[in-house]
C-alpha cells in the first residue's frame, strides 16, 4: 500500500529513531550494516552503527528499516512542474507526490511555466505554491532571458535574492553567444550555475528525433549530435573566458561528453547530468512511432548510450536527473511530428539507476552520489549528506524490491513513461523530508 503525509513543516524537536539500516553516504563513504539514525526534528541528529546499541531515545518514534538502505534523500534537479499555466498536465503538489514517490526529497524546477518563471512575481508565486502544496524541497531556476525568447537577460541579482538556485531557459537553449556570454558573467558574480539545454536549433532544423538509420527508416527528420555539441563547445569556451559555473543539462551525446571530460581535466567548472532514458534506451524505441519516446534531446545511437553509462561511470557526468516533462495524452497521441517532446521519470529515476549496479558497472556508492551530493553541489543546496546538524532528508530503498511500471498508477498527472510494463529491480519505501514521512510504500 502507498501513503502519502503532507508535510506540516512544524516538526520542531520530534524525535524519530530510524534502526537496523545500511546506512550509506556517498560523499564519505560509509556503508555499514546494522546502523542506526536519529532525527531530531527538521534535523539529523546522531548516526552510526552502534548508534541504538543501548536502546532508542526514551519517546522516540521508532523506524525498523528492515536492513535495507538509509541514504541522504535523493535529488532530482531538473523537472518540469507545470504549475503556473499548464496545472492539467502536472502541479507543484502532484509533481512533488510523484518525486516523494521516487525516493525524491529535492527537486529543482525548470522555468519554462505559463508565464515563464522570468521575474520575482512568479518566482514568489511558485515559492508560495511549494509551501503551501509541496510534498517535498523545491528549489526554483529562474530563466536566463525574458520570457525565454534569448534577446535579454532577466534581472539576475534580484532573482538570486529571491532565491533563484540558478538559471537556465531549458526547453530552449540560448542560442546568442553573447547574450550567453553576459549570462555566465552575472552566473560568475553572483556565485550560481548558468544551465544550458545545449541544441543548436538550425542544426536540429525541425528534427523530431535523433538522426540516424532509425529516422531514416521511419522518414522522420532526425536532431543531428552536432547540434548538442557545437553549444556545449562554444560554452565551454565561454565558462573559460568568464570563470563562471557551466551546467549541460540532460547531456545525450558522445560527442559532448567528450568536450565535457576535457574541459574538467582543464579544471574548468564544468558539470553535466544525464537522464535514466539516455543510458537505458536508444533511439530503436521509438521505432513503431512511439511519441511516448519522444523527448529533446532525443534518445540517440547505442553508441552514444554506452558513451552516457561511460561518463557516469568515470565521473565526467556528475549527477543523474530527469527532465521529468509531463504531458497529457491529447499532447503524445498526435503524429511524431507534432507529439510534444518529453516524459515523466520522477518515479522511474532510482530503479532505472539501480540497474547500473545490478548489473555490475557502477558501485551503489557511485550511483547513489549522482542522485545525492553531487547534484547537490550542483545547485548549492544544504542537501545530499548524512550530517549531524543536516537537514533531516532520507530514502530508504530496498534495492532489491521487484515492481512493474504502471503507467496509470503513476502519481504525476500525466502518464507519458515510455517504460509501461517493465519490470524493475529496486525501489523507495519510505521518503523522509525535513524529519517527516511523506512517502511510505508497503
Ligand atoms: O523533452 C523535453 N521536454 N525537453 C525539454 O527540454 C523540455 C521539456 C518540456 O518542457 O516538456
Same mark, same amino acid.
Given at each position: 500500500?502507498?501513503?502519502?503525509?503532507?508535510?506540516?513543516?512544524?516538526?520542531?524537536?520530534?524525535?524519530?529513531?530510524?534502526?537496523?539500516?545500511?546506512?550509506?553516504?556517498?560523499?564519505?563513504?560509509?556503508?555499514?550494516?546494522?546502523?542506526?539514525?536519529?532525527?531530531?526534528?527538521?534535523?539529523?541528529?546522531?548516526?552510526?552503527?552502534?548508534?541504538?546499541?543501548?536502546?532508542?531515545?526514551?519517546?522516540?518514534?521508532?523506524?525498523?528499516?528492515?536492513?535495507?538502505?538509509?541514504?541522504?534523500?535523493?535529488?532530482?534537479?531538473?523537472?518540469?512542474?507545470?504549475?503556473?499555466?499548464?496545472?492539467?498536465?502536472?502541479?507543484?503538489?502532484?509533481?512533488?507526490?510523484?518525486?516523494?514517490?521516487?525516493?525524491?526529497?529535492?527537486?529543482?524546477?525548470?522555468?519554462?511555466?505559463?508565464?515563464?518563471?522570468?521575474?520575482?512575481?512568479?518566482?514568489?508565486?511558485?515559492?508560495?505554491?511549494?509551501?503551501?502544496?509541496?510534498?517535498?524541497?523545491?528549489?526554483?531556476?529562474?530563466?536566463?532571458?525574458?520570457?525565454?525568447?534569448?534577446?535579454?537577460?532577466?534581472?539576475?541579482?534580484?532573482?538570486?535574492?529571491?532565491?533563484?538556485?540558478?538559471?537556465?531557459?531549458?526547453?530552449?537553449?540560448?542560442?546568442?553567444?553573447?547574450?550567453?556570454?553576459?549570462?555566465?558573467?552575472?552566473?560568475?558574480?553572483?556565485?550560481?550555475?548558468?544551465?544550458?539545454?545545449?541544441?543548436?536549433?538550425?542544426?536540429?532544423?525541425?528534427?523530431?528525433?535523433?538522426?540516424?538509420?532509425?529516422?531514416?527508416?521511419?522518414?522522420?527528420?532526425?536532431?543531428?549530435?552536432?547540434?548538442?555539441?557545437?553549444?556545449?563547445?562554444?560554452?565551454?569556451?565561454?565558462?573559460?573566458?568568464?570563470?563562471?559555473?557551466?551546467?549541460? $543539462?540532460?547531456?545525450?551525446?558522445?560527442?559532448?561528453? !567528450? #568536450? %565535457?571530460?576535457?574541459? @574538467?581535466?582543464?579544471?574548468?567548472? &564544468?558539470? =553535466?547530468?544525464?537522464?535514466?532514458?539516455?543510458?537505458?534506451?536508444?533511439?530503436?524505441?521509438?521505432?513503431?512511432?512511439?511519441?511516448?519516446?519522444?523527448?529533446?534531446?532525443?534518445?540517440?545511437?547505442?553508441?552514444?548510450?554506452?558513451?552516457?553509462?561511460?561518463?557516469?561511470?568515470?565521473?565526467?557526468?556528475?549527477?543523474?536527473?530527469?527532465?521529468?516533462?509531463?504531458?497529457?495524452?491529447?499532447?503524445?497521441?498526435?503524429?511524431?511530428?507534432?507529439?510534444?517532446?518529453?516524459?515523466?521519470? $520522477?518515479?522511474?529515476?532510482?530503479?532505472?539507476?539501480? !540497474? #547500473? %549496479?545490478?548489473?555490475? @558497472?557502477?558501485?551503489?556508492?557511485? &550511483?547513489? =552520489?549522482?542522485?545525492?551530493?553531487?547534484?547537490?553541489?550542483?545547485?548549492?543546496?544544504?542537501?545530499?549528506?548524512?550530517?549531524?546538524?543536516?537537514?533531516?532528508?532520507?530514502?530508504?530503498?530496498?534495492?532489491?524490491?521487484?515492481?512493474?511500471?504502471?503507467?496509470?498508477?503513476?502519481?504525476?498527472?500525466?502518464?507519458?513513461?515510455?517504460?509501461?510494463?517493465?519490470?524493475?529491480?529496486?525501489?523507495?519505501?519510505?521518503?523522509?523530508?525535513?524529519?517527516?514521512?511523506?512517502?511510505?510504500?508497503?
Amino acid at each position: 500500500m502507498t501513503q502519502f503525509f503532507k508535510p506540516t513543516r512544524t516538526n520542531h524537536g520530534q524525535r524519530v529513531a530510524y534502526t537496523n539500516a545500511r546506512l550509506i553516504d556517498p560523499e564519505s563513504g560509509l556503508d555499514v550494516k546494522g546502523g542506526g539514525l536519529l532525527t531530531e526534528g527538521n534535523k539529523i541528529a546522531d548516526f552510526g552503527e552502534k548508534l541504538f546499541n543501548n536502546g532508542t531515545p526514551d519517546g522516540a518514534e521508532v523506524v525498523d528499516c528492515g536492513g535495507h538502505i538509509l541514504c541522504p534523500g535523493l535529488l532530482d534537479i531538473q523537472v518540469h512542474f507545470r504549475e503556473p499555466g499548464q496545472e492539467y498536465k502536472e502541479t507543484i503538489e502532484s509533481g512533488s507526490k510523484s518525486a516523494a514517490a521516487g525516493g525524491v526529497t529535492t527537486v529543482a524546477t525548470m522555468p519554462n511555466t505559463k508565464p515563464v518563471v522570468d521575474d520575482i512575481t512568479v518566482l514568489a508565486f511558485l515559492q508560495k505554491r511549494a509551501i503551501e502544496t509541496g510534498y517535498v524541497n523545491i528549489r526554483p531556476y529562474a530563466a536566463i532571458t525574458k520570457g525565454q525568447k534569448g534577446d535579454e537577460l532577466t534581472e539576475m541579482a534580484m532573482l538570486v535574492e529571491a532565491g533563484a538556485c540558478g538559471f537556465t531557459d531549458d526547453g530552449l537553449p540560448v542560442m546568442n553567444a553573447q547574450i550567453m556570454r553576459q549570462a555566465l558573467t552575472m552566473g560568475a558574480a553572483l556565485g550560481v550555475p548558468i544551465a544550458q539545454h545545449a541544441e543548436d536549433h538550425n542544426l536540429s532544423c525541425g528534427g523530431c528525433m535523433n538522426e540516424g538509420w532509425v529516422a531514416t527508416k521511419l522518414g522522420l527528420k532526425g536532431i543531428p549530435n552536432v547540434s548538442e555539441a557545437v553549444i556545449v563547445a562554444r560554452d565551454i569556451l565561454l565558462a573559460e573566458l568568464t570563470g563562471a559555473q557551466y551546467h549541460v $543539462l540532460h547531456i545525450s551525446t558522445k560527442e559532448a561528453i !567528450d #568536450l %565535457v571530460r576535457l574541459a @574538467k581535466k582543464k579544471g574548468l567548472r &564544468v558539470t =553535466a547530468e544525464a537522464a535514466p532514458h539516455h543510458f537505458v534506451l536508444n533511439d530503436e524505441a521509438v521505432i513503431d512511432y512511439r511519441t511516448f519516446s519522444k523527448m529533446n534531446p532525443p534518445l540517440r545511437a547505442e553508441i552514444d548510450r554506452q558513451a552516457v553509462i561511460e561518463g557516469l561511470m568515470d565521473g565526467t557526468i556528475d549527477a543523474i536527473a530527469t527532465d521529468h516533462a509531463p504531458h497529457d495524452t491529447e499532447s503524445k497521441r498526435v503524429t511524431m511530428d507534432l507529439a510534444a517532446f518529453g516524459i515523466v521519470g $520522477l518515479e522511474t529515476m532510482l530503479s532505472l539507476s539501480l !540497474d #547500473l %549496479v545490478h548489473s555490475g @558497472k557502477m558501485s551503489m556508492r557511485d &550511483v547513489l =552520489a549522482a542522485m545525492t551530493y553531487k547534484p547537490a553541489d550542483i545547485i548549492h543546496a544544504d542537501a545530499g549528506r548524512l550530517k549531524k546538524g543536516a537537514p533531516a532528508d532520507l530514502t530508504l530503498i530496498d534495492p532489491n524490491h521487484s515492481w512493474t511500471i504502471k503507467n496509470e498508477e503513476l502519481h504525476s498527472k500525466s502518464k507519458n513513461s515510455p517504460f509501461d510494463g517493465r519490470t524493475l529491480k529496486g525501489r523507495a519505501l519510505r521518503t523522509v523530508v525535513g524529519g517527516e514521512t511523506v512517502y511510505a510504500h508497503g
